[in-house]
């Protein structure tokens, strides 16, 4: 497991303004999702399956891109 240290910069005392720049990196870097993920047990059947469904949802949103860029769409 790695371990990130997420730092944050809190400038003339704006902590809302550091608690969404936190929120965000948190979201880029995918820590909610992780979260999310752990408070339960998957089963490996479930994770293969969850992980194919995404990357199927993948797919199917470069390909729309990919088809816009072009004009199909």
Known sequence: MESTIVQIVVRDNNVEQALR????KMQREGLFREMKA????????????????????????????????????
Request: proline content about 2%; glycine content about 2%.
């Open 38 to 73: 752990r408070q339960h047990f998957e089963k490996p059947s479930e994770k293969k399956a969850r992980q194919r469904a995404e990357a199927v949802r993948r797919a199917r949103k470069l390909a729309r891109k990919r088809a816009q860029r072009e004009g199909i769409l």
């Open 21 to 24: 720049a936190l929120k965000k």
